[in-house]
């Protein structure tokens, strides 16, 4: 009874969580030496030119502006050591996240005040007088150190202020500044719907003439979609689709062929309200899906991590240029890519088979391989055939360094779809998106689909099933390499030409970044991680929406796979059964607090 009792106090009357100065002094230093390095690296000068509210918020500022925020959120939710998080004080999180955001602010206004007192050009060319123009807003450097220093403690005051609001306020919150972000990102896609729709007038008074929200279309922006996320559902992605698996079928089935109808009545209309420069976008995210699904069916599905898989997409091009360019330098049968004629389904067949045969040879010699050696020999498999095509001794067949052009248009009976055409290309783009999205899903629920599960959990246990695990290994490159092969073929179309430098190990870093940023084994995710990636960032070579960051794109492509690995490693649509494998650990944890919160009220009692 004693016990029970000194159990009772200790949990019952613990004080106040005191602020733990040290972990707030980290923090704030290391968001000052963020904001430092941000601006260091010129992304506050190149981002300028992107305004979201006009006239006085950029993307450059915004660039800096969420460090002190986030910080200061971190610098105030220390975890309890100890049990389940203590229930939150407010006044220890408040002040934890406002003095980060002034430490922040402080170092940041001394690296201004440096990079003004001393002339660093001629190491490093971006901490010019632009930046410091930038950084004082014409005010001097007193009275800027001092907006700082006051604006970043006041972000730090509303990141610690995240865990002391309730919910619903956080979630209204964080949706308002979302949609605001995203409809000023989002300017030529609304710009062009608004004209497609004769509706100009709407886009003239959501943007400012020079870009940018107005600040009444702000205010009502961030307001309706505030409400939106107050109003929202608080069930999380996973339990909606938990819910949803529990309908009745004929329900479920229902919901989803309605679904799949909109889709396509928006595949089909929506491109012709776009633009070109939309329509171009589309069209690159639909090539990285493509390859995508492929690679998830390697990665995602059969747990084999290529790195080599822009080989496959290589063959695919190249096959297409030899088997239709004149400019072909040894063979130029000079067929034409025409799906209602024969030539179009000889292309195809060719490029498939080549592509299986490929995916033999790549899978063979590392069947017995896994982890960190199987990734490094498919590394070298992909570099080998970037090479071979670029050497001399292959220049004869696929003209080496100066590649294949002058690739004509593909075509459908007597409509030519060429390649300047965006649109047209979007719609051939999408027909092969959905064949392999549906042959993917067949897939997945197939023999070979469970048999790559199995070897993707356990390939030992597999094995020991009697599960062919190198017979199902190579099936799986096989497959992957189909679905590259025919992105290939489209793209060497739609650019009308092909070169060795097309196809760098860093396509294949890109691909992979989007199966794993958008869910490893889930269709949908691989969706959503390229129009993250390739709609938002750009490609490795493509344009995004955020053109200003096209030097910054393999930095923002590390960042966001380094946070989703920490905070997310499912992915952003991940698949049920992957999200379970990740989360096992946790759920295993809270099982054993429960039985042990159990055991204590039953002793108490």
Known sequence: MTQSLERSVDVE???????DWSRVQKWGALGGLTMSFVAAIGM????????????????????????????????????????PARAVEGERELVSGLVAGLLSGLFFALFIV???AVDFTDIFGRLGPRLVELLTFGKGLAAASAMWIIGSGLLGLAGGAVSVVPRKVRKALAYGIAGVLLVALMEIIVTDITQGLRIEFLSDWIYALNGGLTNQSALVVGLLSAVLGWRSSDQTLTERRQARMQLDPDVRFRKNAIAIAITILAVIFLPMILGGLTNELLA?????????????IVVGSAGLLDLGYVAFFAVGAYLTAVLTSPFSPSWAPELTLNFLSWEGWVILGIVLIAAALAGIF???????????????VTLGFGEIIRILFLSDWFAP?????????????????????RGTSSQAMFYLISVFVGIAIYVAWRLQRSRAGRAWTALREDEDVAEAMGINTAAIKLTAF?????????????FAVKVGSVFPNSFKLLVSIVILVIVIVGGMGSIPGVIVGAV????????????GLLQEFGEFKLLVYGVILVVMMLKRPEGLWPSLRRQRELHQDEIGQDAWLQLEQGAAEGTDS
Do not use: C, K
């Open 114 to 116: 440096l990079i003004d």
């Open 532 to 543: 993250v990636l390739i709609g938002i960032l750009g490609g490795p070579t493509q344009p």
């Open 397 to 417: 067949y696929f003209g080496g360094a100066q590649g294949i052009t002058q690739i004509p248009s593909a075509a459908l009976g007597p409509v030519e779809i």
């Open 44 to 83: 506050v000068t190149a981002l300028d030119a992107r305004i979201i509210i006009s006239p006085w918020l950029t993307m450059g500022f915004v660039s800096v502006g969420w460090i002190p925020l986030v910080y200061g959120s971190i610098a105030g939710n220390e975890p309890s050591e100890q049990g």
């Open 478 to 490: 096989v497959t992957g390499a189909m679905f590259a092969s025919m992105a290939g073929m489209l």
């Open 284 to 296: 690159n995210v639909g090539l990285f899906v493509l390859m995508g699904l492929g690679l998830n």
């Open 362 to 376: 790549v899978g063979t010699p590392v069947v017995r391989l896994r982890g960190d050696y199987l990734a490094i």
């Open 13 to 19: 009357e613990l004080p106040p969580n005191p602020v």
